[in-house]
């Protein structure tokens, strides 16, 4: 059975840092690429990064919203993706889900950026 | 970006209904379209992908198309279990972009 869990949300103040994990099984994690995407209270859903296998060299993507203060990783020794979020706002107050492929999702974690 | 711009943002039918969802591609995106459920306090659950092709488990009274630039979600026969909200989501050309949502509700 393919799981993702996300963890690491919580509440946080503005300009501060948090780093999600999304631990993996289930399927080859080592060749799928893998995904953030969040869901503002709005329900709004924005793709935020991606990164790709070892094959492609862990080629990374991200919306232009966040680049340049969040950086998504991974570890295929414990198939597992991280999204290190830096410089954080207000307006990254969302739910963070990590996909692969966009069939499978985890079930969220919530991060709220409020002072 | 390529922006996705789907509607309505609320239908509200009935039980048994036959229901069209659609989203436009300001441009091209190939068929490079999913189609994506969301039930409240879940994740998304896909449901069409390649614009026209049912994902595994997916009921066939779903289905997906595509007019030019204008992609749609129809719904056969309605079923109290389909009341959630639609995405549409491309992924011809990062950023992918999804569409507002559309909630669909018993009217």
Not at chain 1, 15 to 27: D, H, N, P, Q, Y
């Amino acid at each position: 059975e393919v799981q993702l869990v996300e963890t690491g949300g919580g509440l946080v103040q503005p300009g501060k840092s948090l780093k999600l994990t999304c631990a993996t099984s289930g399927f080859t994690f080592s060749t799928a690429w893998m995904h953030w995407v969040r869901q503002s209270p709005e329900k709004r859903l924005e793709w935020i990064a991606r990164i790709k296998d070892k094959s492609n060299n862990y080629a990374t993507d991200y919306v232009e919203s966040v680049k340049g203060r969040f950086t998504i990783s991974r570890d295929d020794s414990k198939s597992s993706v991280y999204l290190q979020m830096n410089s954080l706002k207000e307006e990254d107050t969302a739910t963070y889900y990590c996909t692969t492929a966009f069939a499978y999702w985890g079930q969220g974690t919530l991060v709220t950026v409020s002072s | 970006d390529i922006q996705m711009t789907q509607s309505p943002s609320s239908l509200p039918a009935s039980l048994g209904d036959r229901v069209t969802i659609t989203c436009r591609a300001s441009q091209d995106i190939g068929n490079y379209l999913r189609w994506f459920q969301q039930k409240p306090g879940k994740s998304p659950r896909l449901m069409i992908y390649g614009a026209t092709n049912l994902a595994a488990g997916v009921p066939s009274r779903f289905s997906g198309s595509r007019s030019g630039s204008d992609y749609s979600l129809t719904i056969n026969s309605l079923e109290s279990e389909d009341m959630a909200i639609y995405y549409c989501l491309q992924h011809n050309e990062y950023p992918w972009t999804f569409g507002g949502g559309t909630k669909l509700e018993l009217k």
